[in-house]
């Protein structure tokens, strides 16, 4: 007898209106919801007059932890693909080899990229060589370091430096697109027998960064650095 009942029906000059089929525990509750007349604010959020998604999801992860790294991954007109993607490289969630392998899913462990090492999160970015080439041609100066730079340390070299905002949101963006793209290739691969070249890679992800900072009103100052 409930169903498809709108709660309008029940309600007359603001008060109540009960069936008396309606059991009566069900009727104590529904009494004891007050109701609003229209000049009141039904909804809030928070005490926010006008929410926007930010108060949403921030509401939505206030007990999580916060990390330091997030504004590498988060930038400025970031690519919500390719900073997702990222965020899940920093959380080690990709299924590469080792993780695979303790699952007790035997897939060859080699990295198919470089063929020089074990296929886990720290190899690929960027202990192998492959990888790194890659990077390197987007920020400048990491092939300089006496000892390999891997994901976290280029992206704090990065946040470090001199460069201005504009300058290190794109190279942030450069790195979250890399390895987008970079873990495709290890994929393409595996699965599809299909190899590319890295400069093949490269020009590809070039292209994607291009249309991606095209519209930002920085482009006339960046543009230089990708071309």
């Known amino acids: 007898m409930l169903h498809h009942k709108e709660v309008g029906n029940w309600i007359e000059n603001d008060i109540w209106v009960i069936p008396s089929y309606i059991p009566a525990n069900i009727t104590q509750d529904i009494l004891n919801i007050s ?3 229209q000049a009141a604010s ?3 959020w928070n005490k926010v007059k006008l929410p926007v998604f930010k108060n949403f999801y921030s509401f939505f992860f206030f007990n999580s932890n916060k990390v330091d790294w997030f504004k590498y991954v988060w930038h400025k007109n970031y690519a919500l693909r390719f900073s997702s993607f990222t ?10 080899a080792d993780i695979l392998i303790k699952r007790n899913i035997m897939v060859p462990s080699n990295c198919i990229l470089c063929n020089n090492g074990y296929e ?9 060589e492959f990888s790194f080439q890659i990077i390197s041609k987007f920020v400048p100066n990491i092939n300089f370091f006496m000892l390999r730079l891997n994901l976290m340390q280029i992206l704090e070299f990065i946040w470090n430096s001199k460069w201005n905002k504009d300058d290190k949101n794109l190279y942030f963006l450069c790195i979250c697109c890399s390895l987008y793209f970079i873990w495709k290739e290890s994929n393409c691969r595996k699965m599809e027998n299909k190899f590319s070249s890295q400069d093949s890679i490269y020009n590809h992800i070039r292209f994607k960064v291009q249309a991606k900072v095209f519209s930002w009103s920085s ?6 650095r990708i071309i």
């Open 35 to 37: 109701i609003l007349n």
């Open 87 to 96: 965020w899940m490289v920093m959380l080690n969630g990709l299924k590469t």
């Open 42 to 44: 039904a909804i809030s």
């Open 219 to 224: 482009y006339p100052k960046i543009q230089h």
């Open 120 to 128: 886990r999160h720290r190899h690929l970015f960027f202990e192998c």
